[in-house]
Every structure is written in C-alpha cells, then in structure tokens.
C-alpha cells in the first residue's frame, strides 16, 4: 500500500520561513513534487524533482523555494524562506511509480498559513 505523509506545516510570518516533508511508502518513486491548492484556487504545481536529482519549480516561487529528496529514506523536502502571504494554501505531496509512470499518489495536504 502506497502512503505518502507529509508534515511541517504550520503558521508563519511573512519573511519567514519553512520546511515541508514528505515520507513515502509502498513503491518506488520517480518523480517527486509538491503542489498547493489555495481557497477558490485550482491545484498548481509549486516544484518537482526526479530521482536523479533534476528540479523545475513554479515561477512564483523560484529563488524562494528549494526541493530535496533522499532517496534511501523516500522522502522529499521543500525549504520554503522568505514566505509571502500569496504563499498560503495546503500544499500536497505528489508521486508516481518509478515503473508504471500512470499510477500517480497524492499525500493528505499540510496547510501552510502566511499572515502576520
């Protein structure tokens, strides 16, 4: 059974900064990533990364943004500094199966909360 849990959600300030994480379970993984999802919003792509380590983020959030993993613990990261409340929103782990690339997992979501 494939889990992906993620935790380090939380309230900050604007300017301030946080890390999400993600443990995966139940497979291998090829491509890793984050995505968020604000009130009224449509669910947008925030970074991804592969298992070789290539990185693509969303422009909005370039240069604030950094996605990790480490492979031999299935885990992904996004080190998330200088925050803006635009930021807010519940961000989502996202996977798929490093062999079938169709089947594709969702974490829980961990709400992120920007605001002074």
């Known amino acids: 059974q494939v889990q992906l849990v993620e935790s380090g959600g939380g309230l900050v300030q604007p300017g301030g900064s946080l890390k999400l994480s993600c443990a995966a379970s139940?497979?291998?993984?090829?491509?890793m990533g984050w995505y968020r999802q604000a009130p009224g919003n449509q669910r947008e792509l925030v970074a991804i990364i592969t298992s070789d380590g290539s990185t693509n983020y969303a422009d909005s959030v370039k240069g604030r943004f950094t996605i990790t993993r480490d492979n031999a613990k299935n885990t992904v990261y996004l080190q998330m500094n200088s925050l803006k409340p635009e930021d807010t929103a519940v961000y989502y782990c996202n996977a798929d199966d490093d062999i079938d690339r169709s089947l594709n997992y969702w974490g829980q979501g961990t709400q992120v909360s920007v605001s002074s």
């Open positions: 139940g497979s291998i993984f090829g491509f």
